[in-house]
Nanobody, 124 residues
Framework: QVQLVESGGGLVQPGGSLTLSCAASGFTLDDYAIGWFRQAPGNEREGFTC????????YYTDSVKGRFTITRDIAKNTVYLLMNSLKPEDTAVYYC?????????????????WGKGTLVTVSS
């Protein structure tokens, strides 16, 4: 089955850390751009980071730059999102997709393929 599956969400205190995973099955992430998006209640979905899976180029919006890191494990066909210094405003459902709406370097493919999301709650 062709799909993306996110995992790793949960409840974390402000200032804490969390790592999300985006595992692909049924296809290889090679040559794709992979983006992480989030949607908080009442807000529009926001794309905040992408990775060029083959070349490793990354892009971050100012809202997460310096706090979040996107990486990939080619052998595992998986993308990770390391989130540090979490804030209550980071609370949202986090999605990964073979999409990127940010100025990411290099050549890559995109498709309208999304995971179902994982909830991250930052609260004391």
């Amino acid at each position: 089955q062709v799909q993306l599956v996110e995992s790793g969400g949960g409840l974390v205190q402000p200032g804490g850390s969390l790592t999300l995973s985006c595992a692909a099955s049924g296809f290889t992430l090679d040559d794709y751009a992979i983006g992480w998006f989030r949607q908080a209640p009442g807000n529009e979905r926001e794309g905040f980071t992408c990775i060029n899976y083959s070349a490793g180029f990354t892009y971050y919006t100012d809202s997460v730059k310096g706090r979040f890191t996107i990486t990939r494990d080619i052998a595992k066909n998986t993308v990770y999102l390391l989130m540090n210094s979490l804030k209550p405003e980071d609370t949202a459902v986090y999605y990964c997709a073979t999409q990127c709406a940010l100025p990411l370097s290099g050549a890559y493919m995109t498709e309208d393929r999304w995971g179902k999301g994982t909830l991250v709650t930052v609260s004391s």
